[in-house]
């Protein structure tokens, strides 16, 4: 395929020598003249593992080559790899000056250009970026329709600095938000014969994956550091504690606890994020992120509140109470909690779980309930039904068959959805439906 790549940085100057590398006929573009240059005699503008040599040999094979001008690199290639920078703002924003400059030039070359050019965004952007920023530039400057016209993809980054290479022709996954078909074929067809799996999905989902990965990437390297800091203040070897919690395939390092969901509880998670927290503030280490959980987790449980709020309506079902299902514990319940705040704030409610029977509420969950929730007995519905006769608006906070069967669609009550119903997907087209988190 005929490609030009814009940006010669790191994610740019390694495209470009490693698509050149698989046969792809490659023209680098960049503003700076030196890494033109450099480029154009077969040496790296970036510091990399094997990108000297790459880059060598492939415009020794005259397979690479570099320019100033978009023009004739528009004119040389029929699909585009934008990788400009896209760095902070001093507020933390993201500066998109330079994807939105390049997209001009890219838009006016195209015009005068015959065929379908495909534009492809690898630079990180926030979702929403490409299509109400980008496409509408391309439009406005290439003239005729994005996905009709021209092509519009989106194809992020996953290389890590360093070991670059080796991760372009090894990538832990390829994800293409395609705009349409066309446009997702063409970003396939460049990296036909690579390993690892394949994602197409819709052009924001792939703008919104590289987040998901570099927040979760960070949040690892806190989470480890910080445990390994309260650690070292208790006198325990850190490595080890994590040599078996990383052992651990079936609820640390696994798909467990990963999908958006409502706020946890429970008699073990927040007291034991309590005492460790606790434990680093007696010993004078400071744990952010540790000591930020369970705050992040107490205005997930408001959202639920705010949702049945914005309804404007005050009579309420609430399908779920235990912490959890398949229990009938209900100590720090989030589902109480949020049945506390809602009864506090004058909401006419009614509860349904099957699991809580009061004559089976023995013990600490009697006690419990009796100074958290006094007014439980007087809530408690006998049946799924009692409670969907009384509601305007019901928050789902349980799987159990029985509630998800006689959950109705369309003109019932308000659905409030907090654990991500099995036909949550049908069920978002839908009005009287809000997910907490999708
Ligand atoms: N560096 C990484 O490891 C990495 C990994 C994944 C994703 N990303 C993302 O990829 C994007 C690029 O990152 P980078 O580290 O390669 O940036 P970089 O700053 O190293 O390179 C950007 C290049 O774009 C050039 N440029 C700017 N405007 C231009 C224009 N109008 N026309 C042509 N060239 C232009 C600059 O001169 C520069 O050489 C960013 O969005 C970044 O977040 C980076």
Redesign the pocket.
Known sequence: MRVSV????????VSAACLASLGHEVIG????QV?VDLVNDGKA??VEERIGELIADVVRADTLRATRD?HEAIMGSDVSLI?????SEPNGSLCTT?LE??TE?IGAAVAERGGRQTVVF????LPGTCLNLLVPILEKFAGGTAGVDFGVAVN??????GT?VRDFFDPPKTVIGELDRASGDVVAALYDGLPGEVFRVPVPTAEAI?YADNAFHGLKIGFANELGAVCQALGVDSHQVMDVFLADRKLNISPAYLRPGFAFGGSCLPKDLRSLVHAARRHDVSVPILAHVLPSNADHLQRAVELVERTGKRRVGMFGLSFKPGTDDLRESPLVELAERLFGKGYDLRIYDPNVNLSRLLGANREYIETRLPHLAQLLADSVDEVLDHAEVCLVGTGDPAVLSALPHGDGPVIVDLIHLPDADARRAEPGYVGLAW
């Open positions: 814009f940006g010669l940085g790191y994610v740019g100057c573009v960049d503003v700076n890494k503008p970036v978009v990788c400009v920078g896209t760095p330079y400059r390049v030039e690898r630079s990180t952007m992020p980054e996953f290389l890590r600095e670059s590289k």
